[in-house]
């Protein structure tokens, strides 16, 4: 039983996560790419209200149930994709905590109704390389978990 709630904890955590990121990447990156900079400000501003702290809770809760999952369950093969599985989910959180968050900080620290001078280093192209690589870590430890969970785990 405690399995069962791990595992849906697990696969409902970084399913979400991947979806969001997905969807971001998808949608937001390139709207937010496209934008003259006074309006990408005005528009990061408003799009990362809820993200903090749901994301964060979000990304850690998963990997505190893929690593209890590591730990209980057996075969081996399962314990092995759920510390891997962690071990991605922890790296997007890496990614993030270390690479998009401070960005964001930097984008939302501009006074209100200023537009960046010229020697404002844009950070969007580096914001959407860190977005990319951990939408695909998000991804991975989803689909891993999957895997794991219809053709592994018993």
Same mark, same amino acid.
């Given at each position: 039983?405690a399995? %069962?709630v ?31 900079? %006074? ?109 794991t ?6």
């Amino acid at each position: 039983m405690a399995t %069962d709630v791990l595992t849906f904890v697990a696969l409902l955590g970084s399913g979400t996560t991947a979806g969001v990121l997905f969807a971001v990447a998808l949608s937001m990156v390139p709207a937010l790419r496209a934008m003259p900079v %006074d309006r990408y400000v005005q528009a990061h501003r408003l799009l990362g209200r809820n993200w903090d702290p749901t994301m964060p809770i979000v990304v850690l809760t998963t990997v505190a149930a893929l690593l209890a999952l590591a730990v209980v369950v057996d075969p081996v093969p399962s314990r092995v994709a759920f510390g891997l599985g962690a071990v991605l989910m922890a790296a997007v959180a890496g990614v993030s905590h270390l690479g998009n968050v401070p960005l964001n900080r930097s984008v939302k620290s501009l006074p209100a109704e200023t537009v960046p001078g010229p020697d404002w280093v844009d950070p969007r192209p580096v914001w959407g390389r860190l977005h990319l690589l951990r939408t695909s870590l998000a991804l991975a430890a989803f689909l891993l978990g999957l895997v794991t969970v219809l053709f592994v785990q018993p």
